[in-house]
């Protein structure tokens, strides 16, 4: 088995005793024996925190995300959990009297299972104060490992010295059945986690790693090639693997079918000792006495195929599935959730799937895989044709294709027969990664794309970029070549490259530089992708499904997790993606949309004219979008069905009667801003009339106001005081009466809106006669919040005209400290003196005054 191994981290440490992958979070938890716990990201390799646990070594950690906790437990007998987030211990207390050397969390109960060096197991439930609700007695010897059956989580299975692994039941302190599995100490049990086998693997001191089937109690291969103690194998939940770790500082992969060794691999840091694996990826984590390392294993991309009448084939390990899309035709399931297929077992393929494809008319599937490639009939699943091949690829005409052997060999057959001839010129002068089948064969290498003619095997045309993958459409005019952060669609012109080749010219390794013309750079990094008609559609790295016209990407939905592309079915309008684990999803994608925005591109507006009644009238808005952003807002206004959107591009396009009828349409109070809006436009084009009533129905009375002294409108100004009072914007009723000179109305309305002093103070300069009504109502203000000295200081004329003489100030300044004099020989009250109180008066009617 060929898979692809990547480290993604490696960081070294104090020896490390356990590790814990997170089952939602990018963290690593690691266990150290200097008694610290590490956390790392394993995305990024950086150490995110430390927690100084205990001072003697941590044996084993667990994460207990749903409480964001993580457990430990310690030479110093001591069981502890933190929060993870806060650093805050949650609990710490003595569960053995001995070394805690293992321990597992129960998936949904709140049980913690710890096994010692005191030969016993506990259980131990959170919820309940952390009581031990059981313990499990039964082993002689140091408890290794415990492992909670993942088809029975109310069993599990515990690994001892004692040379025994007992299955035990939470509920019963009793073994149900012992194992004699090791002529040495047993360190590690882990069950298998498909529901085909029951299986479980155990390791020993014997170097040995052995395979049970729990059932009948009985060995079923014995796998030797460590020369240490074996510390844990476990069976990988996603690939057909078993991965070991030993003493002797190797880790080993195992095929878990054949139980042939695949791989060994050495790291350099002493020996294993821990292993951590990620349910919902294809990651591990081992940890040794120098560090800890984190590999991928494979690819994360699962393998799988849909022809273009959507009969999908996917790979589960080795077993061969399908199912057919054109089911989903009726169903009625809403973009983004998970469509109720119904699946079958076609068969299964000899060797370990990493690529799966159709022939381009839906005949023939390729697997390839493990070196070699197999091609079965699509329908019966029946073997037509096999060989050594790392990749493989079809041409467009379904009987032609090339096979890569090794690194730069690359072998033409057609009808399932070898070509003849002199076959590509200069493929063995390159070393090549991959194929890529289509229009023309792709080979891609470090650095480089190279194009051949199927046919002459002639080079049409080396580009030099770092890809990793190659998309021809179906009219085989365009391509698109993906790098790791960018993308590029190139046009294929086959004229150019046929009247060079017909003038004789020396090509060479090179090929023909007018053969390919760039259309298109985007940097975005494509994760899958696929051709629907001259529009490409992809998903990202970020999760999202885009798709391309011309040079503009747009957005069709946004995922939480990652999405791999299966195809589009025209009949549906869907385009179909899939998950990891290959549940299927669709999303609504218009053909004639599609079509419709190339056309719009190319500048056939007689072309787009005759789609546009087959685009659905779901997405005609995002049609009118596409538009604007061509600057053909026009033709957008015609299209579009939002009445925002359509409002919006008449105000642009100084369409004031298809505004105005949005606007009457709009529904109060929504309609203000866009009456507002429409009053704008229309003072810009000189339309006052059209402004006054817009401004009206917004009910800017701001905008009223500027308009009628613009235009001198007293009657204007008349009615919109009163409507401006009405609604209590007085700034613009005062404004309004002062500009029409009614004094008069002014004071009554600073008097009315409790302003007195302001309304003496104007009435003093503006209306005299309004002067006596201003100041008893402000005296009247004053009396009613309790400030009667205030009250009776201030002079009115109709009482005292002659302070209103010539130097009326300065007779209100003498009496005013008369007063002041006469109420500093009174007494004082409650802590305070009457003069006091009066000069804090005096200095308020000042500030009034």
Not at 692 to 712: M, N
Not at 815 to 821: D, G, L, N, Q, W
Request: hydrophobic fraction near 40%.
């Amino acid at each position: 088995m060929l898979l692809d191994i990547n480290r993604k981290l490696f960081a070294r440490s104090d020896r490390v005793k356990s590790v814990d992958y997170h089952p939602t979070e990018p963290w690593l938890l690691a266990g150290l024996y200097n008694g610290s716990v590490h956390l790392y990201n394993h995305e990024t390799g950086a150490l995110i925190k430390t927690f100084e646990v205990a001072e003697v070594p941590v044996r084993c950690v667990r994460f207990i995300a749903r409480k964001q906790w993580f457990v430990a437990g310690s030479d110093d007998f001591q069981l502890r959990a933190f929060n993870y987030n806060t650093h805050e211990k949650v609990t710490a207390f003595e569960a053995h009297p001995d070394y805690i050397r293992c321990l597992n969390v129960h998936p949904t109960a709140s049980l913690v299972i710890t096994g010692s060096d005191d030969m016993t197991i506990k259980a131990w439930d959170w919820e309940k104060g952390w009581k031990c609700i059981q313990t499990y007695e039964g082993h002689t010897h140091y408890i290794m490992n415990i492992a909670f059956n993942p088809k029975d989580s109310n069993t599990f299975a515990s690994a001892c010295l004692d040379r025994t692994v007992k299955v035990w039941s939470i509920g019963s302190g009793q073994a149900n059945f012992t194992l004699d599995a090791h002529d040495k100490g047993v360190n590690y049990v882990e069950y298998y986690h498909g529901g085909d086998k029951p299986y479980m693997v155990t390791t020993g001191d014997d170097r040995t790693v052995k395979v049970w089937d729990y059932h009948s109690k009985s060995c079923i291969q014995t796998l030797e090639s460590h020369t240490s103690n074996v510390s844990f194998a476990i069976f990988h939940p996603s690939l057909p693997i078993i991965v070991s770790g030993s003493e002797d500082g190797t880790v080993k992969i195992w095929h878990s079918g054949t139980y042939r060794l695949e791989n060994t691999l050495n790291y350099a840091l002493e020996r294993a000792w821990c292993v951590a694996y990620r349910k919902d990826a294809n990651d591990i984590a081992v940890g040794f006495d120098d560090g800890l390392v984190s590999i991928q294993l494979g690819r994360e991309e699962p393998s799988f195929s849909m022809d273009t009448s959507g009969k999908l084939v996917y790979a589960r390990n080795t077993e061969i599935l399908s199912a057919n899309l054109q089911a989903a035709q009726d169903d009625d399931t809403p973009d983004g959730q998970r469509l109720s297929l119904a699946v079958r077992e076609l068969g299964s393929t000899e060797v370990f799937p990493s690529t799966i494809q159709h022939s381009p008319n839906g005949r023939f599937v390729t697997v390839c895989g493990d070196g070699e490639y197999i091609i079965y009939t699509a329908l019966a699943w029946r073997n037509k044709a096999f060989g050594n091949g790392t990749a493989f690829a079809w041409a467009g005409d379904s009987n032609t294709y090339a096979v890569l052997e090794g690194k730069s060999k690359v072998k033409l057959f057609k009808n399932f027969k070898e070509k003849g001839g002199a076959g590509l010129k200069g493929a063995g002068g390159w070393t090549v990664d991959g194929l890529h089948g289509g229009t023309l064969l792709g080979a891609r290498g470090t650095g480089f794309v190279v194009f051949w003619d199927w046919d002459s095997g002639e080079v049409v045309r080396r580009v030099d970029v770092e890809a990793k993958d190659v998309f021809w459409s179906g009219s085989g005019t365009l391509v698109a070549v993906v790098a790791n952060d960018s993308f590029y669609i190139l046009k294929f012109d086959r004229d150019a490259y046929t009247a060079a080749i017909d003038s004789g010219a020396d090509i060479g390794d090179e090929g023909v530089e007018e053969a390919f013309e760039l259309i298109a750079e985007i940097s975005e990094s494509v994760r899958t992708a696929k051709w629907v008609g001259d529009c490409f559609v992809y998903t990202n790295a970020a999760n999202r499904l885009n798709y391309l016209v011309g040079d503009q990407t747009h957005n069709v939905n946004l995922f939480d997790t990652p999405m791999y592309l299966l195809g589009y079915i025209p009949a549906h309008n869907r385009v179909y993606l899939a998950d990891k684990n290959v549940n299927i999803y669709g999303y609504a994608l218009s053909l004639s949309m599609i079509e419709y925005q190339t056309a719009i591109l190319r500048g056939d507006l007689q072309a787009a004219s005759e789609i546009l009644p087959n685009v659905p009238v779901e997405q005609r808005n995002k049609v009118a979008r596409f538009l604007e952003a061509q600057d053909m807002k026009e033709l957008a206004l015609e299209v579009s069905t939002d009445p925002d959107h359509r409002f919006d591009l008449a105000i642009q396009l100084d369409d004031l009667e298809t505004a105005l009828g949005i606007a009457r349409a709009t529904p109060d109070p929504e309609s203000e801003v866009k009456w507002k809006s429409v009053g704008d436009r229309a003072l810009a084009v000189w339309r006052f009339d059209l402004a006054r009533e817009c401004f009206e129905k917004a009910s800017d009375l701001s905008a009223l106001l500027l308009l009628h002294l613009a235009t001198g409108d007293r009657e204007g100004l008349s009615t919109l005081a009163k409507s401006a009072a009405a609604k209590g914007q007085n700034n613009v009723a005062f404004a309004s009466l002062l500009q029409l000179g009614d004094a008069e109305a002014c004071v009554d309305l600073l008097v009315k809106t409790e302003r007195a002093p302001e309304a003496a103070l104007f009435a003093r300069t503006y209306a005299p006669s309004q002067v006596p009504k201003a100041v008893e109502a402000w005296r009247g203000d004053l009396k009613a919040k309790n400030r009667t000295r205030i009250a009776t200081a201030i002079a009115n004329p109709a009482e005292n005209p002659e302070m209103f003489e010539e130097g009326w100030e300065e007779t209100l300044a003498k009496e005013a400290e008369t007063k002041a004099s006469i109420a500093s020989s009174e007494p004082q009250v409650n802590g305070a003196s009457e003069e006091e109180e009066e000069e804090e008066e005096e200095e308020e009617f000042t500030d009034a005054e």
